[in-house]
């Protein structure tokens, strides 16, 4: 049983900084492409960002570049979103997906992600 979960959300005053991790279990981490969404009150969840299985492509919104950077410890099974400068634009609830290749349903950079995680926090103040 594949099991994602996000961890390190929490309230930032603008132009400040957080760091999300996300542990996988149930699969073998570094055969999967992994990607960071959000979804905000009222809107449809958005992809912010995704990386190959090999960590070598990575992909992020128009909104985020130059701001977020996505990353992996193969080692210990987790991605990382490290997000810097943010706004209150940022304000959502994080998720965290692994590629499911079979039966996802959100396409996203290629690739169609399946395995979610609860989601962590993200707000943002002006």
């Known amino acids: 049983q594949v099991q994602v979960v996000e961890s390190g959300g929490g309230l930032v005053q603008a132009g400040g900084s957080l760091r999300l991790s996300c542990t996988v279990s149930?699969?073998?981490?570094?055969?999967?492409?992994m990607g960071w969404f959000r979804q905000s009150p009222g809107k449809e969840r958005e992809g912010v960002s995704c990386?190959?299985?090999?960590?070598?492509?990575?992909y992020y919104a128009d909104s985020v570049k130059g701001r977020f950077t996505i990353s992996q410890d193969n080692a210990k099974n987790t991605l990382y979103l490290q997000m810097n400068s943010l706004k209150p634009e940022d304000t959502a609830m994080y998720y965290c997906a692994a590629e499911d290749s079979v039966y996802g349903r959100t396409w996203y950079g290629g690739c169609r992600f399946g395995f979610w995680g609860q989601g962590t926090q993200v707000t943002v103040s002006s």
């Open positions: 149930g699969l073998t981490f570094d055969d999967y492409p």
């Open positions: 990386i190959s299985w090999s960590g070598g492509t990575t």
